[in-house]
Nanobody
C-alpha cells in the first residue's frame, strides 16, 4: 500500500502561518484519481478531520473551527496535496496527516487507507 508523506510543519506563534505538503512515497500512486484530505491528532485526543478536496479541485470541505483560516489545494501534476494554514491558534497544535478520502458525510470525511504516514508536527504557541 502506498505511503503518503507529510512535510512543512513547525513551531509558530499564534497568528502565524504554515503550509503543509503531502506526496506519495512512490511514483505509481494514481494521486489524481483520489479525493484527498487532511486529519490531525493532538496529544491525548482522537484523530479529527480537518479538510478535504474533491477531484474537481473546486469542491472543498473544512471542519468548522478551521473554515476561513485554512485552505486545501492540490497539484495533480506534482502529485502533491497542500494545506495553507493562516491565523494559527494554539488549539491547532497537533500532528497533521494526509490520506485519501473514503467518504464524506455531515461535513466530516473519513480516510480511505488504514495506514498513515509519519505526519508532520504543528506547534502553535500563545
Amino acid at each position: 500500500q502506498v505511503q503518503l508523506v507529510e512535510s512543512g510543519g513547525g513551531s509558530v506563534q499564534a497568528g502565524g502561518s504554515l503550509r503543509l505538503s503531502c506526496a506519495p512515497s512512490t511514483s505509481g500512486f494514481a494521486f489524481e484519481q483520489y479525493m484527498m484530505g487532511w486529519w490531525r491528532q493532538a496529544p491525548g485526543q482522537e484523530e479529527e478531520f480537518v479538510a478535504a478536496i474533491l477531484l474537481d479541485h473546486r469542491s472543498t470541505y473544512y471542519r468548522e473551527s478551521v473554515d476561513g483560516r485554512f485552505s486545501i489545494s492540490r497539484d495533480n501534476a506534482k502529485k502533491t496535496l497542500y494545506l495553507q494554514m493562516d491565523s494559527l491558534k494554539p488549539e491547532d497544535t497537533a500532528v497533521y496527516f494526509c490520506n485519501a478520502v473514503g467518504s464524506c458525510r455531515a461535513n466530516t470525511c473519513h480516510p480511505q487507507f488504514n495506514s498513515w504516514g509519519p505526519g508532520t508536527q504543528v506547534t502553535v504557541s500563545a
